[in-house]
């Protein structure tokens, strides 16, 4: 214990950099690969980056489009829990997951919204081409969600202008209200092209990395 104590006051602030300049200098893919190798259990939120990061996404489906009930998934457990239902009429406008491998400003894997006429079940692992971003911010803090289309996807979507401007509004209107009955307060700002959706995906990694390499020092010290 106090070789930890001495580590976090005495190596972190430089330990930490060291990671950052490592991250920005080596390649995502391979390093998160390292990760979910090393891990023995079964974790969908280790999978590794995808080859074509930022702009192309390893996607897991939680929740698919057209249910008003929230699935979580839960890495200890390695299967999907109901978080919730939404006590209104509202039902996502399509399907929702997370990118592995990522840690968001919450402290959970970075949110994203999958552009597709047909709902996705639950636990499925789509490639997504990565279109842009929604910028929210509520009770937990700044809350990105990352919007993609699948690659297998027959029309090639190229950026926002390319989505139907309706569902563009739906998932708006949909994020701001979504937990009004719960009295939880969300803050739904513009939505971003691709690069500040790159941006938010790199910076994501980036801390994913680094918060999992300090936690294997302190695992095996």
């Known amino acids: 214990m106090a070789f930890y104590i001495w580590f976090l006051d005495t190596c972190w602030p430089w330990f930490r950099i060291r990671v950052n300049i490592h991250v920005n200098k080596s390649n995502i893919r391979n390093i998160t690969k390292r990760l979910f190798e090393s891990h023995h259990s079964r974790n969908l939120e280790l999978i590794e980056a995808h080859e074509y990061s930022p702009r192309v996404v390893n996607a897991i489906v939680e929740i698919p489009k057209g249910t008003s009930a929230k699935y979580e998934y839960n890495s200890k457990l390695?299967?999907?829990?109901?978080?919730?239902?939404l006590p209104s009429s509202m039902m996502y406008p399509?399907?929702?997951g997370f990118v592995p491998s990522t840690l968001?400003?919450?402290n959970d894997p970075l949110d994203i919204l999958i552009y597709n006429d047909t709902p996705i079940d639950r636990?499925?692992?789509v490639e997504c081409n990565v279109i842009g971003a929604l910028d929210m911010t509520d009770s937990a803090g700044r809350d990105w969600k990352i919007l993609g289309t699948p690659t297998s996807h027959v029309r090639n979507y190229r950026s926002l202008r390319d989505i139907d401007p309706m569902f563009v509004k739906l998932a708006s209107h949909f994020f701001k209200h979504y937990k009004d009955l719960n009295n939880s307060i969300v803050e739904v700002n513009d939505w971003h092209g691709k690069k500040q959706a790159y941006d938010v995906i790199k910076q994501c990694y980036s801390r994913f990395i680094s918060e999992e390499t300090?936690?294997?020092v302190i695992a095996t010290a």
């Open 123 to 125: 636990g499925t692992l």
């Open 214 to 216: 300090i936690e294997e």
């Open 104 to 106: 968001a400003e919450d």
């Open 78 to 85: 390695d299967t999907f829990q109901l978080d919730r239902c």
């Open 94 to 96: 399509c399907s929702y």
